[in-house]
């Protein structure tokens, strides 16, 4: 059973800068290919980013694209999103997701960008 745990969110004023981590047990995080989704309020979760198995390939949203960068580094199991420029509109609750035979997802980790 894979698991996933974000880390990295928080408050943050508008033109601010973060990055979220996501690390993974309990599989072969290697054969996973991973993407960081989002949710605000009242919106239907979004993909925000994906990255292939061997990190050779990323692919961004346009609403984000500029701005959010995915990354990952297998040796640690660890998967990235780094967000520059941030602005309200950006406020969510961003969760990691792996897929392999079978989907995982962590319990996510706020963003709130607010001055």
């Known amino acids: 059973q894979v698991q996933l745990v974000e880390s990295g969110g928080g408050l943050v004023q508008p033109g601010g800068s973060l990055r979220l981590s996501c690390v993974a047990s309990g599989g072969t995080f290697s054969s996973a290919v991973m993407s960081w989704y989002r949710q605000a309020p009242g919106k239907e979760r979004e993909l925000v980013a994906t990255?292939?198995?061997?990190?050779?390939?990323?692919n961004v949203a346009d609403s984000v694209k500029g701005r959010f960068t995915i990354s990952r580094d297998n040796a640690k199991n660890t998967v990235y999103l780094q967000i520059n420029s941030l602005y309200p509109a950006a406020t969510s609750s961003y969760s990691c997701?792996?897929?392999?035979?079978?989907?995982?997802w962590g319990q996510g980790t706020q963003v709130t960008v607010s001055s």
């Open positions: 997701y792996a897929r392999t035979y079978s989907q995982y």
């Open positions: 990255i292939t198995r061997l990190g050779f390939t990323t």
